[in-house]
């Protein structure tokens, strides 16, 4: 790569936390950037300002010394300028890279310890806890009707309890079983009016796996099958086991 990132090397992955590699690194990037205009550096401008005097003539001496001197003096002044200008632009480069480079450290910590503690919280979690959430939820959602029976009670108001469990204990592992694995899960197509609800294994529709509230402890799958007639599979929600085949009678 050419232009201000010549000679920086590809940034590095400092998951070890090593302050001094990264604030290196910010002073390398910093440094090329500064010396990116492609004009000369100090002493090869102090060279070439000096020549140019002695070839003009402007300053000679009674001797070879003296039209030195002369010719040098001011190249040497600007090039002294130069050298303290370079010494405070280090110093800045330090100070600025050291601050980016603490600050990267910090918010590495901080990740670190949003995921530990994000790992940590889960960990630990007790299910009973998990259940007790949904439960809340659904008993604020089934609350809000009863002040306002308007519309269609909602499903998780009906069937809070189960619903709860099976948002906790069977959903999150039901890609675990090769007879659930990969599949789409829903509850079971249904429609509501008022406080009443109705079941319709019509809409089901194959490659998806669905949860009937009312009949806590099984899944239904639609399958089709080669001549193209349906049939539906009844599943043990605890082991996959298929315990009805439509089909079969």
Sequence with gaps: MEGIMTGIKPRTNY???????????????????????????????FLIRGGMNLVSGANEGDNVLQTLAGAYQKPTEQLFASLDKKAQQEKQIGLQSAMLGIRGEQG?????????????????????RIKSNYLKQYAAADREYIKQPYGD??????????????????????DKNKNFKGKNVALFPHTIKKSNI?????????????????Q??????????????????????????????TSKG
């Design 15 to 45: 998951s070890d936390g090593s302050l001094d590699k990264r604030v290196n690194e910010y002073k390398d990037i910093m440094r090329a950037a500064q010396g990116a205009s492609g004009g000369p550096d100090g002493l090869s401008q």
């Design 108 to 128: 590495m910590e901080l990740a670190r310890l949003k995921r530990l503690g994000e790992s940590k919280y889960l960990k630990e979690e007790p299910l009973s």
């Design 153 to 174: 009670r909602p499903i998780e108001g009906m069937f809070k309890e189960n619903l709860a469990d099976f948002n906790t204990y069977y959903r999150p592992n039901l």
């Design 198 to 214: 109705e079941f319709k294994k019509d809409d089901m529709m194959a490659g998806t796996i669905y949860y009937k509230p009312d």
């Design 216 to 245: 806590k402890n099984f899944m239904y799958e639609r399958v089709i099958d080669e001549d193209g007639t349906s049939s539906i599979l009844i599943y043990n929600i605890r082991t996959g086991e298929i315990l009805k085949d």
